[in-house]
């Protein structure tokens, strides 16, 4: 039952909020990737590893997936954890029903390798893409969290590359704004459990170009969105980053780019990760997928 | 193609020079019953007018249509013109689509009758729909376009406050949700828009706002409480002075817990899915809404 199901989400996170805090950014990840070890992976999607252009990556895909189209996935993980590992459930899921195979990219990461190293792996993995064969309109780019800013300023480095325009990007809770000045960001602290005004600016201070949270390559919604592909946007409405989401459609719709925005009543952060235990995470995830799906179509 | 049926559309705009509406309200009225009279109706749809509560109704299904079903259809017009007849070819098309009947409403319109009169009719007619006519709740959508898009979300709050049954969803088609008219792309959206002229409008809701008020919670649907309401789908083009409306509303509306679904359509004017008989597009907007409605009932 879905209020149930939602209490057991919310029990799990409160249990576990602020636990990294008093850890070092190689046990943090650590962390991260132990926990995620409790998700299943999607049965029938091999795992093969691959090196894009030098870009450590994964290939995720059925063996009866049509080679044309691509899910090109960045992980979450505020710009400093998360990895292919941590976020293989939720891949494999997008593969097992994805009519094209996934590429999950492990990008650099803050503090070690901070903006725009990120980009500028995401943007290698797409050309490898390209020069593999693919025409850019079947590669659909995707991301949670940091992982979904990452995709917006890929998708705005692309274009300014002058780069084929990829099919479209689907962003789970995409985290567009490292200044953490929004009304939800406030409004919804007492309802998120796991983002706070102050993570966001902890990690702009580590990720953005010389710290600098404005940087439109840390914050994406700084630069322009004219060219971009259609959008597909996924936000809980517990969560502080929810504005993050809306402004991001807005700038999009200001440049006549294609939205589909869609809030989750009273889900978390990435609720999509929860699939094995919310049915509204299955949902959404099936909701995304047959999204890109049309896009590639 | 589809940029060419967008430019046709646009050129079709141009001319009939909609942002000029000078005269009475009559003359008003009048004008849009001759501008949407060219537009055909959907085939296969039977019509059936009738008077609900001394105002005009009408049923319009397709002859399979399941009768436990209803999308209830609150026309645009900035709350003082248009009627059931002007958004005929819209509702039948809606009809052709929704495995339900649509109820199109011929609710009273501003200036003869401000807000909340609007609101009461909708009401009413939810109410005769749920309580006369034996429609589950659940097995009703309320839907509208323009002013009738704000009437939509302002006729969910006040079946919410009056504890009646909530029903299935809403699905507003570029709402009015803001009658102060000050939007950020009120100015920056202008060049783009050629239907809307903020000065009309400015009328209209001075028209409409209960009192004079345009703040009022009743018009000006940013302003209310909107927690509990069912889930909305919001449908705008990013050519229009009124795009920012549908952006806050599912700001708002997101933020108060609600299930948005919000589609921005690039380049599309405001309710674009008027021209449903020259445009793909239109006809997208209006079958993926109505897969969307038949999705909600169960």
Known sequence: ?297 | MSADELKTVNELLRASNMTERPGSWSERRAAMEATLAAFPKADGVTLKPFRLNEIDAEWQARPEARDDAVMLYLHGGGYAVGSIATHRPLTTEIAAGFNGRVLSLGYRLAPEHPCPAAIDDAVAAYRFLIEDEGVPPLNVVIAGDSAGGGLTVAALVAIRDAGLPLPAGGWCLSPWSDLTVSSGTMASKASDDLMISDVSLKEYAAAYAPGGDVKDARATVLNASLKGLPPLLIQVGSAERLLDDSIALAARAGAADVAVTLEIWPGQPHVFQIFAAMMGEARAAIAGATNWANARIV
């Open chain 1, 1 to 297: 039952m879905s209020a149930e199901e939602i209490k057991n989400v919310s029990d799990l996170l409160r249990a576990s909020k602020g636990a990294m805090d008093a850890l070092t950014w190689p046990e943090r990840r650590e962390a991260m990737e132990a926990g995620s070890a409790f998700f299943p992976l999607a049965d029938g999607v091999s795992l093969t590893p691959v090196s894009a252009d030098g870009v450590p990556a994964e290939w995720q895909a059925r063996a009866d997936a049509p080679d044309d189209a691509v899910l090109m996935y960045l992980h979450g993980g505020g710009y400093a954890i998360g990895s292919i590992a941590s976020h293989r459930a939720l891949t494999t899921a997008i593969a097992a029903t994805f009519k094209g195979r996934v590429l999950s990219v492990a990008y650099r990461l803050a503090p070690e390798d901070p903006c725009p190293a990120g980009i500028e792996d995401a943007v290698s993995a797409y050309r490898f893409l390209l020069s593999a064969g693919l025409a850019g309109e079947k590669i659909i780019i995707a991301g949670d969290s940091a992982g979904g800013g990452l995709a917006i300023a890929t998708l705005q480095a692309i274009r300014d590359a002058g780069l084929p325009r990829p099919g479209g990007a689907w962003v789970m809770s995409p985290w567009v704004d490292m200044t953490a000045a929004s009304e939800t960001m406030s409004l919804k602290a007492d309802d998120d459990l796991m983002i706070t005004a102050a993570n966001v600016t902890d990690t702009a201070a580590i990720y953005a170009p010389g710290g600098d949270a404005n940087d439109p390559r840390a914050t994406p919604l700084n630069a322009s969105f004219e060219g971009l592909p259609p959008l597909m946007v996924q936000a809980g409405t517990f969560e502080t980053l929810l504005d993050d989401s809306l402004t991001l459609a807005r700038k999009a719709a200001l440049a006549n780019v294609e939205v589909r925005l869609e809030t989750w009543p009273g889900q978390q952060h990435v609720f999509q990760m929860f699939a094995p235990m919310m049915s509204e995470a299955r949902d959404a995830i099936a909701a995304g997928i047959a999204w890109a799906n049309a896009r590639i179509a």
